[in-house]
């Protein structure tokens, strides 16, 4: 077997439009829209925003992301006020195993691990 990329599909929450206004402004680039499935792109990240609303799946779904910087991560995220913005929750940088993290609660409860690699 061979695999090329993996692309999750990630719940929207009760509003899609938030999600997805929440996505682009977090630095994503709109790829594709199929009205209830967006394609989303930063870097090669890939992901599929669905709009999906069961919110025990979302807050049991968890995504890493590799970035370059989790201090400058975390100040980008703050300097454009998302938390303020869109409700969502964002932690302090942590030490982990696996790297440096900053993870972030997003307006459908999904939590995104964002380890500096």
Not at 3 to 21: H, I, N
Not at 31 to 47: H, I, K, M, Q, S
Not at 64 to 93: C, H, M, Q, W, Y
Request: glycine share 10%.
């Amino acid at each position: 077997m061979t695999c090329l990329t993996l692309q999750p599909f990630v719940p929207s929450g009760a509003d899609f439009e938030k999600a997805r206004q929440f996505f682009v402004v977090l630095g994503f680039t709109e790829l594709w829209d199929a009205g209830d499935y967006v394609g989303f792109e930063n870097n090669g990240c890939r992901f599929i925003l669905q709009r999906y609303a069961e919110r025990g799946f979302a807050e049991n779904f968890m995504l890493t992301v590799n970035i370059p910087s989790a201090d400058e991560f975390r100040a980008e995220v703050l300097g454009k006020g998302l938390p303020e913005k869109f409700g969502i929750r964002i932690s302090g940088i942590a030490q982990m195993p696996y790297g440096r993290e900053v993870n972030i609660i997003d307006t459908a409860g999904v939590c995104w691990h964002f380890v500096q690699s």
